[in-house]
C-alpha cells in the first residue's frame, strides 16, 4: 500500500549536527536532558556516516565530520549501522548502548515527522542485551560460565527459603 507523502514542516537543516540541535530545541527536550541526548546523538553520527564511534578516552570531544541529513535515507545504510551497532553492542556497555539507540530511534522519528527524511536505519537493529544473549547461544566465550551454569540447578534449596522448585524466568543454554 503506498505510503502518503510527508510535506516538510520547515526547510531541512543543512547537516545532522544542525539536525541535531534543531531536534534538541524543537522536541521539548529538558536542558538536563540535552547534554547527554547531544553525546548520544554525536555518537551515532559517526555510524550513520558509516564510520565506528569512537569508545574510551578518544571518545571525549570527538566529533564526527559534517554530512548531509538526507544521507540517513541511503538504502545502503542499515546493514552497515546493523554491522557497527552490534560491534559497539560488544564494546560498550548494553545499558549506555541501548539509551543511546533508543535516543537515536526518538530524533530519526522526529525528523521523519518534520518531513526532513523518509527512511529509519535503525528498523532492523536489536538491542544490546538481546544481541549478547544471541551471541552467547551461538558461540560462548571462553570466559562465560559453562552451559547450566547460569542458574541455581533445579531442586536445590535457597537459604532460608523451603521451596525446591526452579527459579522463575527464561532457562538460558548453549544449544
Not at 47 to 58: E, H, K
Not at 81 to 94: N, P
Request: one cysteine or more; charged letters at 25%.
Amino acid at each position: 500500500m503506498p505510503r502518503a507523502r510527508v510535506v516538510p514542516l520547515s526547510a531541512p537543516p543543512p547537516s545532522y549536527a544542525a539536525a541535531v540541535e534543531r531536534y534538541l530545541t524543537g522536541a521539548g527536550i529538558a536542558k538536563s536532558s540535552a547534554r547527554i541526548y547531544r553525546i548520544s546523538l554525536t555518537t551515532w553520527g559517526w555510524m550513520l556516516r558509516g564510520d565506528p564511534a569512537p569508545t574510551g578516552p578518544a571518545r571525549r570531544g570527538a566529533k564526527p565530520d559534517p554530512f548531509d541529513l538526507a544521507a540517513i535515507d541511503d538504502p545502503g545504510l542499515p546493514p552497515v549501522l546493523a554491522e557497527l551497532a552490534a560491534t559497539r553492542a560488544d564494546e560498550m556497555d548494553a545499558d549506555t548502548v541501548n539509551r543511546e539507540l533508543s535516543i537515536a530511534r526518538k530524533a530519526i522519528g522526529w525528523w521523519q515527522r518534520q518531513g526532513w527524511i523518509v527512511a529509519d536505519p535503525t528498523i532492523g537493529i536489536v538491542s544490546a542485551a538481546r544481541h549478547r544473549r544471541t551471541v552467547r547461544r551461538r558461540c560462548p566465550s571462553p570466559r562465560s560460565p559453562p552451559c547450566g551454569r547460569w542458574r541455581r540447578p533445579w531442586g536445590r534449596r535457597r537459604s532460608g527459603s523451603s521451596s525446591t522448585r526452579a527459579p522463575r524466568g527464561p532457562r538460558r543454554s548453549c544449544a
